[in-house]
């Protein structure tokens, strides 16, 4: 990693945005070419071989990944999205805590469901715009306090969330979901050793993520409910549909969320993810793209202020900003931006001999 006055700038403004901008007016011709928006441009013609190449649907995907990139480039880059979801009964919630370290997500009595999106984070600092984006409500907020004292430094900036269970009757759980899973940095799905093979999960999500298998995990829960002979066999059924479904490199780790069988496995990859910065790189190598190098540049001004109200400083208090640029070669393929507090902490980098 190397740092400079301008680079980090330079990249962020310049590079990605022309990629945006780009993206942008491809949408903006596209939509004229399918009389959605204004006249193509004079002289270009309209045959059905041109206007087939911007059919609606993948318009409407790159309107939308416009949208995303835009939103969450603006905020922080210094913390990982990884989300739970699953189905009802699949023991999430119950998973979510035991990661957490407490009771956060109440697991279902009478009728196991998951209405409401739950977050916990480690280090807590930033996060605030970030959940507002992911419409997590304050009340089901959570942060780990005092994670360097707790042994947990390795999972600073994780941002966990606890999605609502995907087969619930609400309407707007479901769309929670669909929209969550597309906005996390990485999904880890729980399966129940019941339903691990039903057709819901697997054709809804699973399937149409075959090209992204390496920002996904599937865990296979509640494995103390079985002896050690169908353990083995349920989880190499599961690998077996996988496979069969294109998620060859989607890993399956069989655990137990009530007895703790499993989840070093699952807190090890969490570290891992959080740790390299894998959310990143593993995404943009999804689509065949591949990180060489991470650029900052570092800077102080004073703090707008919805950082000061996140950050708890008084308006105009002098903050380090942090730009980073994740680059392919020449290309700068992510940006983000890392606030804190400069009377507070100090920055300290190491660097390769």
Same mark, same amino acid.
């Given at each position: 990693?190397?740092?400079?006055?301008?680079?980090?700038?330079?990249?962020?403004?310049?590079?990605?945005?022309?990629?945006?901008?780009?993206?942008?007016?491809?949408?903006?011709?596209?939509?004229?070419?399918?009389?959605?928006?204004?006249?193509?441009?004079?002289?270009?013609?309209?045959?059905?071989?041109?206007?087939?190449?911007?059919?609606?649907?993948?318009?409407?995907?790159?309107?939308?990944?416009?949208?995303?990139?835009?939103?969450?480039?603006?905020?922080?880059?210094?913390?990982?999205?990884? @989300?739970? &979801?699953?189905?009802?009964? *699949? $023991?999430? %919630?119950? =998973?979510?805590?035991? !990661?957490?370290?407490?009771?956060?997500?109440?697991?279902?009595?009478?009728?196991?469901?998951?209405?409401?999106?739950?977050?916990?984070?480690?280090?807590?600092?930033?996060?605030?715009?970030?959940?507002?984006?992911?419409?997590?409500?304050?009340?089901?907020?959570? @942060?780990? &306090?005092?994670?360097?004292? *707790? $042994?947990? %430094?390795? =999972?600073?900036?994780? !941002?966990?969330?606890?999605?609502?269970?995907?087969?619930?009757?609400?309407?707007?759980?479901?769309?929670?979901?669909?929209?969550?899973?597309?906005?996390?940095?990485?999904?880890?799905?729980?399966?129940?050793?019941?339903?691990?093979?039903?057709?819901?999960?697997?054709?809804?999500?699973?399937?149409?993520?075959? $090209?992204?298998?390496?920002?996904?995990?599937?865990?296979?829960?509640?494995?103390?409910?079985?002896?050690?002979?169908?353990?083995?066999?349920?989880?190499?059924?599961?690998?077996?549909?996988?496979?069969?479904?294109?998620?060859?490199?989607?890993?399956?780790?069989?655990?137990?969320?009530?007895?703790?069988?499993?989840?070093?496995?699952?807190?090890?990859?969490?570290?891992?993810?959080?740790?390299?910065?894998?959310?990143?790189?593993?995404?943009?190598?999804?689509?065949?793209?591949?990180?060489?190098?991470?650029?900052?540049?570092?800077?102080?001004?004073?703090?707008?202020?919805?950082?000061?109200?996140?950050?708890?400083?008084?308006?105009?208090?002098?903050?380090?900003?942090?730009?980073?640029?994740?680059?392919?070669?020449?290309?700068?393929?992510?940006?983000?931006?890392?606030?804190?507090?400069?009377?507070?902490?100090?920055?300290?980098?190491?660097?390769?001999?």
């Amino acid at each position: 990693m190397t740092s400079s006055p301008s680079t980090g700038r330079r990249l962020s403004e310049q590079t990605l945005s022309r990629r945006l901008d780009a993206l942008a007016e491809l949408i903006r011709i596209g939509r004229a070419r399918q009389g959605q928006g204004e006249e193509p441009p004079q002289g270009q013609g309209q045959n059905d071989e041109t206007v087939a190449g911007f059919g609606p649907a993948l318009l409407d995907d790159a309107d939308a990944v416009l949208k995303r990139a835009g939103e969450r480039l603006r905020l922080s880059g210094s913390h990982t999205v990884i @989300a739970l &979801a699953g189905g009802t009964g *699949s $023991g999430k %919630s119950t =998973l979510f805590n035991a !990661l957490s370290g407490a009771s956060f997500s109440p697991p279902g009595v009478t009728r196991p469901t998951t209405r409401h999106v739950h977050a916990c984070v480690w280090g807590i600092q930033g996060a605030g715009p970030l959940l507002d984006w992911l419409n997590v409500q304050r009340r089901h907020r959570y @942060a780990r &306090a005092s994670v360097l004292d *707790s $042994g947990e %430094s390795d =999972l600073d900036g994780l !941002l966990l969330l606890d999605l609502p269970d995907h087969d619930s009757v609400v309407t707007a759980s479901m769309a929670a979901v669909d929209r969550l899973a597309k906005l996390a940095d990485m999904v880890i799905w729980v399966l129940d050793p019941q339903k691990y093979a039903d057709a819901a999960v697997h054709n809804r999500y699973l399937i149409p993520l075959a $090209g992204h298998a390496s920002v996904f995990t599937v865990v296979l829960n509640q494995i103390d409910t079985l002896p050690p002979e169908q353990i083995r066999d349920c989880e190499q059924d599961l690998r077996r549909l996988l496979d069969a479904e294109g998620l060859t490199d989607t890993p399956v780790l069989p655990v137990s969320a009530r007895t703790g069988e499993g989840l070093g496995d699952l807190r090890a990859l969490l570290i891992q993810t959080v740790r390299r910065n894998r959310a990143v790189t593993d995404r943009m190598r999804a689509i065949g793209i591949t990180v060489d190098q991470v650029v900052e540049e570092i800077s102080v001004r004073p703090a707008l202020s919805t950082e000061a109200a996140v950050l708890g400083l008084p308006a105009g208090a002098p903050v380090l900003v942090i730009d980073r640029a994740h680059q392919a070669g020449p290309r700068t393929v992510e940006v983000g931006e890392v606030v804190i507090a400069a009377d507070r902490f100090r920055l300290r980098y190491r660097f390769p001999a």
